[in-house]
């Protein structure tokens, strides 16, 4: 069936540090990508988002990219902080109703 | 503007009660999404619905029923609590199907 591999399952990384989560997903149809940001006790948060026509977003100090030929795609974190300590999650969609979340990376981030 | 609001944020129940959770949205959209969320299993639709009136199974609806009366409205029932429906429950919404999500903050189920 469907269903999107994340890794790793956790992360740990220096304050400033660099941070890539990766994704790979199995229904070549799925067209969008977003990925959640969800603090301890708190709802997930939509962070950024790509759909399949575009190779790179950005906004700030995150990006995802795509390659859909590999069928992955992955969230880069720069300059890490603090507060960017949290479980992300990505999903993919093709259009139906279904998201089919990975099942999240817990991000430590070291000061 | 509210966004996604989820009723109760708590609540126990004894195996065998019945409760409702509400779920209320103020943004107009038209996708609503129940997920329940597990330790180490991320998020599982277990209802949805694309409209005021529909709804639909997800992955794991077993044990629950939904309800859309209103378009701001999304209702998720059990019937009978168990104990595996120990959960934190999440709403969503969406303004189309290829979109992102709105979550609301999620209710905390123990069932003992």
């Known amino acids: 069936g469907e269903n999107v591999e994340q890794h790793p399952s956790t992360l740990s990384v220096q304050e400033g540090d660099s941070a890539v989560i990766k994704c790979t997903y199995s229904?070549?149809?799925?067209?969008?990508f977003p990925w959640y940001k969800q603090e301890l006790g708190k709802r997930p948060q939509l962070i950024i988002d790509i759909r399949s026509n575009v190779g790179e977003k950005k906004d700030q100090r995150i990006a995802v990219t795509l390659n859909k030929t590999a069928k992955h795609f992955s969230l880069h974190i720069t300059e890490t902080q603090p507060e960017d300590s949290a479980v992300y999650f990505c999903a993919a969609t093709s259009g139906t109703y279904k998201y089919i979340f990975g099942t999240g990376t817990r991000l430590k981030v070291l000061a | 503007n509210a966004g996604v609001t989820q009723t109760p944020k708590f609540r126990v129940l004894k195996t065998g009660q019945s409760m409702t959770l509400l779920c209320a949205q103020d943004m107009n959209h038209e996708y609503m999404y129940w997920y329940r969320q597990d330790p180490g299993m991320g998020l599982r639709l277990i209802h949805y619905?694309?409209?005021?009136?529909?709804?639909a199974k997800g992955e794991v609806p077993d044990g629950y029923n939904v309800s859309r009366l209103k378009k701001q409205n999304f209702l998720l029932g059990l019937e009978s609590a168990a104990p595996s429906q120990t959960s934190v429950y999440f709403c969503?919404?969406?303004?189309?199907?290829?979109?992102?999500?709105?979550f609301g903050s999620g209710t905390r189920l123990t069932v003992v």
């Open positions: 229904d070549s149809a799925s067209n969008y």
């Open positions: 619905s694309v409209g005021e009136g529909t709804t």
């Open positions: 969503a919404s969406s303004k189309d199907r290829v979109y992102g999500y709105t």
